[in-house]
């Protein structure tokens, strides 16, 4: 089955770092894109960026509001992604989720983590 | 404000067939291709149409998608409680770049 397991939520002050991570079982992580979207409490979807994989040269792109704050990294070898956020706001509170996908689905938002959750207080 | 536009509300009874639209513009729906996601409360978003009209494994052949020009809907014929859920349209925006979601409709099914 495939999975996404995201953790590294908390609570963090406003100008702090945090870095999430998200482990991904069920299928070989390695040929597919990551993303991480986020959703305030009561608020719509956001998209805050991706990485593609080796074959596409880890290509990545960010949401412009988090773009310059917030990276994205990749552990091909541990089935693993992780999000780096720094400066971070109370703008910034939400469940975060990641996403990937395999076969014609690799580089799309298919299968969804459950969310972990970031307050910036 | 989203950059692909959808009404805030539907609602049907059951057996009905609903329609939700997603309007966006050049750079991203007329360009490239629609993705539709539901949202039950409290959980997760999962994938329901990808590339406007495939449905994946497990998604009931009630739920279709369509796109024309710069706008994109997904139809829910046969309506049952369980849909009722938040539906989100995104799609990939070339002058960003980067994928935009819609604001979401909120389904009711009464």
């Known amino acids: 089955e495939v999975q996404l397991v995201e953790s590294g939520g908390g609570l963090v002050q406003p100008g702090g770092s945090l870095k999430l991570s998200c482990a991904v079982s069920?299928?070989?992580?390695?040929?597919?894109?990551i993303h991480w979207v986020r959703q305030a409490s009561g608020k719509g979807l956001e998209w805050v960026g991706r990485?593609?994989?080796?074959?596409?040269?880890?290509?990545?792109a960010y949401g412009a509001s988090v773009k310059g704050r917030f990276f994205i990294f990749r552990d091909d070898s541990k089935n693993t992604a992780f999000l780096q956020m720094n400066s971070l706001d109370t703008e910034d509170t939400a469940i975060y989720y990641c996403i990937s996908g395999q076969g014609e689905l690799r580089n799309d938002m298919d299968v969804w983590g459950q969310g972990t959750t970031v307050t910036v207080s | 404000q989203s950059v692909l536009t959808q009404p805030p509300s539907a609602s049907g009874t059951p057996g009905q067939r609903v329609t939700i639209s997603c309007s966006g513009s050049?750079?991203?729906?007329?360009?490239?291709?629609v993705n539709w996601y539901q949202q039950p409360p409290g959980m997760a978003p999962k994938l329901l149409m990808y590339r406007n009209n495939q449905r994946p494994s497990g998604v009931p052949d009630r739920f279709s998608g369509s796109k024309s020009g710069t706008s994109a809907s997904l139809a829910i014929s046969g309506l049952q409680s369980e849909d009722e859920a938040d539906y989100y349209c995104?799609?990939?925006?070339?002058?960003?770049?980067?994928?935009?979601f819609g604001g979401g409709t909120k389904l009711t099914v009464l």
């Open positions: 069920g299928f070989t992580f390695s040929g597919s894109a």
């Open positions: 050049s750079p991203n729906i007329e360009r490239t291709t």
């Open positions: 990485m593609r994989s080796k074959t596409d040269n880890y290509a990545a």
């Open positions: 995104a799609a990939w925006d070339d002058s960003l770049p980067g994928w935009v």
